[in-house]
């Protein structure tokens, strides 16, 4: 691709800047145009790199993630280098406690690090635990990164870039004779010699591709003030059924997170606290003692097999970019470098084909 084009990328979420800072590295003029940033899927991201403790099956999705969880502490380095911020990354290892061994769910997967912890193991590892549970995984190369931090330095890095990010959203794709002419925008009408959309769950607002929102409501608790952040009661999160808690340097604690297939229904809700708050306390019941700083949510951007959609779509001008449910923050990295290496250097990685768009059009016609 000539230099001196202009990309444009729909969406200025995680993944938009990601694909954006990795354009503009390597030499390409871009644009993010990013709409609402209240209700973006990083608002409904805890920040956990987990393809391990999440138990994702072997295959291409699994794949995908554990490169990406490679490449995050050169990946975070860099952009603090470039934006002089942290992103909150820490290697902390994730521990997934189970009630019952029908619960006991793990991939035994060669080159990966993981121990099973049984009752009187779990319990000393990790004091204050409920007496329900029986025992758990220890994943010690999955982690965490803060994505408000995160998202904060990306925008910092991207504006050192001089990376042009406008405030807007877009009304209109605008195609013609197998191209992308341009977008019609709230702002005015945008042109440019290639798009990327990286919309999230307002992908089908655009396109008719199967993205659709799945809402995540979720909380956060400070441990209390005659606690030091030296000394956490936490020192690595706790996966466990229907809850996560993730611990965070500075002495908040995350608990998350619904997920309400509701469509864009914004706000939390009692129901929905009382859930997040049951099942973190009846996993780590010394929680009911602690202060609640705040409610938040947010939509995830999820697909019919819950697997991003990635790479060339039917118009020769347009990337997609999209669809990465709750693993956006873990597939960061991957996303930014696989299709800024499509985009700007014609590079197309094996890995892409298993989340084309075509994959879902072909279903159809076979359905039909």
């Known amino acids: 691709m000539n230099k001196s084009n202009e990309i444009l990328i ?116 990790q004091p204050g635990l409920s007496p329900e549970v029986i025992g758990g995984w220890f994943y010690s190369q999955d982690g965490q990164v803060d994505s408000r931090y ?81 000394n956490l009661p936490l020192q690595q999160v706790l996966f466990g059924n229907q809850t996560y808690i993730v611990p965070r340097k500075d002495g908040r604690i995350i608990i998350g997170a619904t997920c309400e297939n509701i469509g864009f229904v914004d706000g939390n809700t009692a129901a929905g606290i009382q859930q997040l708050l049951g099942n973190a306390i009846r996993l780590y019941p010394v929680l009911r003692n602690y202060k609640i700083l705040e409610f938040w949510w947010g939509f995830r951007p999820n697909t019919p097999d819950e697997m991003p959609i990635l790479g060339k779509s039917n118009y020769d001008n347009l990337t997609l970019a999209t669809g990465h449910y709750r693993n956006g923050i873990l597939l960061a990295p991957v996303t930014g470098i696989l299709i800024a290496d499509l985009i700007w250097n014609d590079q197309y990685n094996p890995l892409l084909k298993a989340f084309n768009y075509s994959r879902f059009v072909e279903v159809e016609i076979i359905n039909n």
């Open 150 to 230: 995160l998202y904060q330095s990306m925008i910092a890095a991207a504006k050192e870039l001089k990376i042009e990010i406008q405030a807007g959203f877009v009304t209109e794709i605008i195609r013609q004779k197998g191209k992308i002419q341009s977008l019609k925008t709230s702002i005015g009408e945008l042109e440019a010699e290639h798009y990327v959309l990286a919309t999230g769950a307002w992908s089908q607002e655009l396109l008719p591709i199967p993205v659709f929102p799945t809402k995540g409501q979720m909380l956060s608790l400070k441990i209390p003030s005659d606690v030091s952040t030296k």
């Open 10 to 125: 729909i969406g200025g979420g995680i993944i938009g800047l990601s694909i954006a800072i990795e354009l503009q590295l390597r030499g390409a003029k871009v644009t993010v145009i990013s709409r609402n940033f209240q209700q973006i899927a990083t608002n409904a991201a805890a920040g956990m790199l987990a393809p391990q403790a999440e138990a994702i099956p072997p295959g291409k999705m699994l794949d995908l993630c554990l490169k990406s969880r490679a490449l995050y502490p050169e990946w975070v380095k860099k952009i603090e280098s470039i934006s002089g911020l942290p992103t909150g990354y820490w290697p902390c290892g994730i521990l997934t406690p189970v009630y019952a061994v029908k619960d006991r769910k793990n991939y035994a997967l060669p080159n990966l690090n993981y121990q099973w912890l049984n009752q009187v193991a779990i319990h000393q590892y």
